[in-house]
């Protein structure tokens, strides 16, 4: 996948400062207030810093968790996974492909048929629907 490389500046001036937060510095939103969270229609989740498609809705599911939830990327080239030891804790870290913008994390806890959840942050994502 091809890397889109901004300066800081430019990512300052292309996205709000949630989504700067979220994206560029490894931040997370408060739960259940995202504006993706409950989003049902199906379309298209793309990453908000790139336009990069990310997931489809027909594999998004109510976690419970509050952040949006995906059961698989749209293509394995989208996410990047990393180990994060952040919060003292020890988790994967899911970033964008193309920008490397942090989208959220992945747990092993989700349902079939990966058994794995996604959880993104509503600020590192863009909808589009059908």
């Known amino acids: 996948m091809e890397k889109i490389i901004k300066s800081d ?6 996205l709000d400062p949630v989504q700067y937060h979220v994206l560029r510095e490894a931040g997370t939103e408060r739960a259940f207030a995202g504006e993706l969270t409950d989003e049902k229609r199906d ?3 793309r990453c908000a810093g790139c336009g990069t498609t990310l997931f489809a809705s027909d594999t ?4 419970g968790s509050g952040w949006p939830s995906f059961t698989a990327p749209a293509d394995s080239t989208v996410v990047e996974e990393h180990t994060d030891v952040s919060h003292g804790m020890v988790r994967t870290e899911v970033r ?10 992945v747990f092993p806890d989700g349902p079939g048929p990966t058994g794995l959840r996604y959880c ?5 994502l863009a909808f589009d629907p059908d």
């Open 9 to 14: 500046a430019e990512w300052r001036a292309a």
């Open 43 to 45: 379309g298209e989740f």
């Open 60 to 63: 998004k599911f109510d976690s």
């Open 96 to 105: 964008c492909g193309a920008c490397e913008g942090h989208l959220g994390h």
């Open 120 to 124: 993104i942050n509503s600020a590192a």
